[in-house]
């Protein structure tokens, strides 16, 4: 029987860093991804001369590589060269579409993955400017349709290269939630509940790259995937993680980070639905074996409640879209200043509970609160992503004082 195949490559220590390294850094980090490829039948098994690759990253926003929330430069780089130097590609491009309606050329910018792509010879595109195609997924249960852009429908080969990370929403992302990445910002925007996890794996069966690589370099726990704490930062993961079917590749690498692959809510329906295989049993690990590598990782928390006395949250019949934009927010922008903040009141959820003395700044978040759009600030939305985030960074709004904000 031919088992499904995940290579896992491990370094005692990996030289340089995301933000700060030199040719011969990326050289090391070229020969683990191309050691990973050898496991699984080497680069000229996925690539022929004169392809047209596309290498899909985890880029989210213009955030400094040190923050660890974006592929890895280094990686990046290193795998242009590979496919360049072994299979003689006519064109590497590497794309993705930013979150919250980011301009992702910025965000190419600020991540130092342009200088790394240019440095390598490769073609940056911001997948937003775009065209795209609306399409149906045959056997989705919640994205029935969705918009594709052509750089991805067209490719001879895409690679799907998702940074190592927890998730507030989805407990880790991986190579299936970095598939989100692919869509405009409406459409991601859409099932942003608890129907995600469903979301993610029908976007699996309209699109299967052909690789997946997981950047497991440095990686990311606690509260991903943008963590604000400094001790949710790894630094020594030192792992590459690779294989063509992305559901074992995810759960191979929740494994390697501490998790069952069947707590991960999408590996686990992508796998009843029989979109992949995430039986470790079942899965020929190749390399370094699971047990060699595992770490624990700190588990994500989407709820915001009980993070401070000076914060309030009062829930009613509330889900995960609001409760985890809420709870990335306050630790992205408020949690180091909580005590300068007096008191903040948060309502979400229908028929929330309120004191009759509710103080301070009350935020009514979510279509769900409408009821209660009189005692407070209200943020429509299902989940309202945009007007919510605006507002936090507005610390003028929030009574931060600017000196404080260092």
Known sequence: MNMTKVAIIHSEEVPGSPANYTESHMLFVKSMIKEALDFLGGVKKFIREGDRVVIKLNVTGPVVPEQLSTTDPRVVEALINLIREEAGAKEITVVDCSAFAIDTELAFLGSGIALAVQRA?????????????????????VLRRVRLPRTIREADVLINVPKMKTHIYTTVTLALKNQHGYLLWGDKLRFHRTDLDQKLSDLYRAVKPDLAIVDGIC????????????????????????????????????????????????????????????????????????????????????????????????????????????????????????????????????????????????????????????????????????????????????????????
Request: charged share 25%.
């Open 219 to 406: 990686a990311m726990q606690g509260q991903g995937p943008h963590s604000a704490y400094p001790e949710d930062l790894i630094n020594d993961m030192n792992v590459i993680i690779a294989g063509t079917d992305c559901v074992a590749v995810d759960a191979v690498t929740s494994a390697v980070m501490g998790f069952d692959p069947l707590e991960v809510k999408t590996t686990r329906i992508a796998f009843s639905e029989g979109l992949g295989e995430a039986d470790l049993s079942k899965i020929e690990v190749r390399g370094k074996k699971i047990q060699e590598v595992r770490r624990v990782f700190r588990r994500p928390d989407a709820d915001p409640r009980g993070i401070s006395p000076y914060l309030k949250v009062y829930v009613g019949a509330a889900c995960i879209g609001c409760l985890g934009l809420i709870r990335g927010l306050v630790d992205a922008f408020t949690t180091p200043y909580v005590d300068l903040l007096g008191d903040i009141s948060f309502v979400v959820g229908k028929n929330s509970e309120l004191p009759s003395d509710i103080r301070g700044s009350v935020y009514v978040v979510g279509d769900c609160s409408e009821e209660h759009k009189e005692k407070g600030k209200f943020f429509p939305g299902c989940p309202p992503f945009l007007d919510l985030i605006k507002e936090f960074q507005d610390w003028d709004a929030l009574g931060v004082p600017r000196q404080k904000q260092r």
């Open 121 to 141: 010879g490769g073609k940056l595109f911001a997948l937003e400017k775009d065209e795209y195609q609306e399409v149906e997924i045959p056997g989705a249960k």
